[in-house]
């Protein structure tokens, strides 16, 4: 075929899990060890692609999401590639606003805590994500308000984005499980 990488992943998405938008693409590594699958040498190149949250394609039969934490036994090295991929997605958390591609257009704060903590394998503080994400000036206010829950209450505010590029907004940060210290040069709040 007369395609570039970008585009055979984004068409074999397609045609075998029909996922047919992608918020977010980039090369995760190459991954060339001699001995990482039997028999004759395979050099594989890895991407990372974040599928939109609102995103519910049609499946084959042999073919399921799985949470990062339990994931089935899997073929050759292919296990390491899926933690290599959460690792640089909590990287690219802490410095960019790649968050965008994990949301829906519109979200509460406690939605894309859940989404963050998620994507970091740690709770993350939905105060404190907001805080950070505002003082970077990545999300605006809606105007609008979620539905009440089953408890009611307060309806909790919109927010969305304000863009929807890649851009890095804080080359000195760096998101950290509570606990862990301070990164030289951030504030290690999460």
Known sequence: MDEDVESS????????????????????AVFSAPDRVPGPRVVATAFL????????????????????EKLPAMAFDHASIVHRARHRLGSKLS???????????EFTISLLRDHYSAALGYRVSATNLQRVLSRRLLLEP?????PPGPSGGRPAALFRFSAKAILVTDPFAVLR???????????GTT
Do not use: M
């Not at 692609?49 to 990062?68: I, N």
């Open 177 to 187: 499980p509570p606990g862990s210290g301070r990164p030289a040069g951030g504030s």
């Open 142 to 146: 809606t105007g609008g308000t979620a």
């Open 95 to 105: 410095y960019t606003n790649v968050g965008f591609a994990l949301a829906p257009p």
């Open 9 to 28: 992943i984004r068409r074999q998405l397609a045609e075998k899990v029909d996922v047919r938008q992608l918020s977010h693409v980039e090369q995760l």
């Open 49 to 68: 692609g974040l599928v939109p949250s609102d995103v519910d394609p049609e499946r084959p039969a042999d073919t399921e999401w799985h949470c990062v």
